[in-house]
């Protein structure tokens, strides 16, 4: 196995290192304040060209790999995970279905928009009553000759308010008595679709996070997404892919982490030494560094079977799962090593650790990975 960078991944590497730490990084602490979404940050990435970077040239993409991917957002979500899984869910959720299920022509009129930035790219498939059990979505979508009516409610959707489009999941019917569940790609500008952010959230605070309502809001059959009724099968597809960036946003989060309590330990003197010399302080240090190079190694590699059409569900889970839960871990102890400094908003780990918890809750929760898990390795 080669684990160097290519020459181009590396300077996708250094570009986003760069920015992140120049652009992003700089008002992070007053976002998470504030909530303020930072426009003007993915403004300057599609200038960059890395609001398409995996996708076609032929869409205005960057036509990158998901290696690549993984390493934009974890440099941005080392210096501001908000900005992080705004990127990440652009990404995976919102170009990859159109990309991998769209038609042509849906790819033109919606992909290349996200593309070059011009819109932020959202999917919506969590429900008040269909989180972990997507397959209960009560959304519905009844088809009038050469429409869809859609009547539902989704939440805790990112993007959507900066979406110029969202794809959705909704049930067109019933198949053997089973729900049949289609993604449709429903405009924000539809009469009666309603879009909320008004949530109070734990972390991610300058992220956009919100609630869909649907009422009778028509659209075009032609705006059916893949095939009528594998629009679960669709998702399932999409989220593979997701939990990639998902596992890239913690290894970004629990690097930034560290190496804030590394300095800090150097730093901070008691008992007439610094803190890095306490063999109880170098311990933890240790094991956050082993942990997050473990995480990264294993993100890479659903990447790089993914970039190989191989089969990744369980990696992408694995990925998902050790990095999510390693980087609560890692920005705890991050807090810890900085004592009472740790609790205080200016040494940014307390931000770490708010915003590391939704890592192990969104796009399956760590008890989803472990069943999909023990499913690939055959004992279900």
């Avoid at 303020?36 to 032929?58: N, R």
């Amino acid at each position: 196995m080669n684990f160097h960078l290519t020459e181009e991944q590396s300077m996708i590497q250094k570009t986003i290192r760069e920015f992140s730490h120049e652009v992003v990084a700089t008002g992070a602490i007053e976002r998470d304040r504030s909530g303020e979404f930072p426009k003007d940050i993915f403004h300057q990435l599609g200038e960059l060209g890395l609001m398409g970077l995996p996708f076609s040239e032929e869409y205005g993409g960057a036509g990158a790999d998901t290696i690549s991917f993984a390493i934009v957002v974890e440099e941005l979500s080392k210096a501001c995970a908000s900005t992080g899984i705004t990127y990440s869910a652009h990404i995976s959720l919102g170009g990859a279905p159109l990309h991998m299920f769209g038609t042509h022509q849906q790819k033109l009129d919606y992909l290349v928009p996200i593309c070059s930035g011009e819109t932020l790219g959202a999917f919506g498939l969590t429900e008040p009553g269909a989180g972990s059990d997507a397959g209960g979505t009560a959304t519905t979508a009844e088809q009038r000759k050469d429409s869809f009516i859609i009547n539902g409610n989704k939440c805790y959707i990112t993007n959507a308010s900066y979406s110029k489009v969202v794809p959705i999941t909704a049930v067109t019917g019933t198949n053997t008595g089973k729900k049949e569940i289609s993604a449709i790609i429903v405009p924000t500008s539809a009469k009666g679709f309603t879009i909320h952010s008004a949530y109070e959230k734990m972390g991610l605070n300058s992220s956009n996070t919100t609630e869909l309502v649907l009422e009778n809001v028509e659209v075009p059959v032609e705006n059916l997404l893949g095939k009528k009724g594998e629009g679960y099968k669709q998702f399932l597809i999409t989220l593979d892919g997701g939990r990639i960036g998902i596992g890239a946003m913690a290894v970004g989060i629990a690097q930034g982490a560290y190496e804030r309590a590394l300095q800090y330990a150097k730093d901070r003197k008691q008992f007439g030494k610094s803190l890095s010399e306490f063999q109880a302080i170098q311990f933890k240090l240790a094991d956050m560094a082993m942990k997050i190079e473990l995480a990264r190694n294993m993100v890479y590699k659903a990447a790089w079977l993914k970039d190989q059409g191989k089969k990744f569900t369980k990696e992408a889970s694995i990925c998902k799962l050790f990095a999510s839960e390693m980087c609560m871990e890692v920005t705890s102890q991050a807090v810890q090593i900085h004592g009472g400094n740790g609790y205080m908003r200016e040494y940014e780990v307390e931000r770490m650790m708010r915003d590391a918890k939704l890592l192990e809750i969104g796009e399956g929760t760590s008890e989803i990975q472990r069943m999909v898990i023990a499913r690939q390795i055959g004992c279900i």
